[in-house]
């Protein structure tokens, strides 16, 4: 017989902000359960940055290290195991997991974090993380004043690019087809020297994930060190939406400030809920979806 048990919340991922929203549970001595599938975004990326204290710790160690200090906090528990299923029930919810376990909660947090939908484009796969970067105050410093190239197009596209000239002043912009560029907006770039290629991409060059070279469908190619590339993205987990928790617009979960969910005794947090993805927002994210949540419980039961 499988696996079921009856927590006060569960936790639906145990990266950055599912962890810390146990230690705040935690230390509100609350019983919880964490549940990890152990298949964090960030896996490819060998270092995190722009977290005070963690700079330049590779991800892993500093997940490592979380999961040590929340173990002095006997009423949290965490589950290696991938949540399939959502539904509420009577006296809350009831989370299915792949193997069978079962498990049941008053509330639910969600720290599931976004899938990232990446082209196909050969090498792309290999160099993200490593050399394709999503974020300049994530990686910018690292790679400041290197051959860059950024793969995007119209108004986005542009806006990045301005961004990036803080970083490198050897910039390119890649359309990958025809460029929706505004004249203005194709003249300032021009001044500043920045040159926008509209031939649509083939392959990215690389040695185990460092660019060197992007390769066009017509032959040509340029050189390029690192590539910025915006994605597309989908939810990682799709049970929030089940129980009927809204998206927005952009394909977030939609939260007010307190981290709650359109669904009463549902939160969310981290980057499936917020497009400040960086480490430092899914932890305070995380936290405050931790305390409110606990706020929540006590004054039910006050």
Not at 122 to 131: D, I, L, P, Y
Not at 165 to 184: E, R, V, Y
């Amino acid at each position: 017989m499988k696996e079921e048990y009856t927590y006060e919340v569960i936790i639906i991922g145990g990266s950055y902000a599912g962890l810390a929203a146990g230690m705040a549970l935690g230390r509100a001595m609350k019983n919880v359960l964490i549940i990890d599938s152990g298949n964090p975004c960030n896996r490819n990326t060998p270092y995190s940055h722009n977290f005070i204290t963690q700079d330049g710790k590779a991800p892993g160690e500093i997940t490592q290290l979380a999961r040590q200090q929340l173990k002095v906090y006997d009423t949290v528990r965490i589950f290696n195991g991938r949540a399939t299923t959502g539904v509420r029930t009577g006296r809350g919810f009831e989370i299915l997991c792949a193997a069978g376990e079962k498990f049941s909660a008053k509330k639910l947090i969600f720290a599931t974090g976004i899938k990232d939908l990446l082209p196909r484009i050969e090498g792309f796969a290999e160099c993200w993380g490593k050399s394709v970067l999503h974020c300049p105050y994530c990686h910018g410093y690292e790679v400041r004043n290197k051959k860059t190239v950024l793969l995007g197009n119209g108004e986005s596209g542009y806006e990045l690019t301005v961004l990036l000239s803080n970083w490198t002043k050897d910039l390119a912009l890649l359309s990958n087809g025809k460029s929706t560029l505004t004249d203005n907006q194709q003249d300032k770039l021009a001044l500043r020297s920045i040159t926008i290629k509209e031939e649509e991409i083939e392959k990215l060059e690389h040695y185990a994930g460092q660019l060197h070279t992007i390769r066009f469908k017509d032959g040509t190619g340029i050189p390029a060190e690192v590539m910025y590339a915006p994605l597309p993205f989908e939810q990682h987990c799709s049970i929030p939406q089940s129980l009927g928790c809204e998206l927005s617009q952009e394909g977030y979960i939609r939260t007010d400030h307190l981290q709650r969910t359109s669904v009463y005794g549902v939160y969310a947090c981290g980057d499936n809920s917020n497009r400040m993805r960086t480490l430092a927002n899914a932890v305070a994210t995380g936290t405050t979806a931790g305390m409110m949540l606990n706020k929540e419980l006590v004054l039910e039961e006050f």
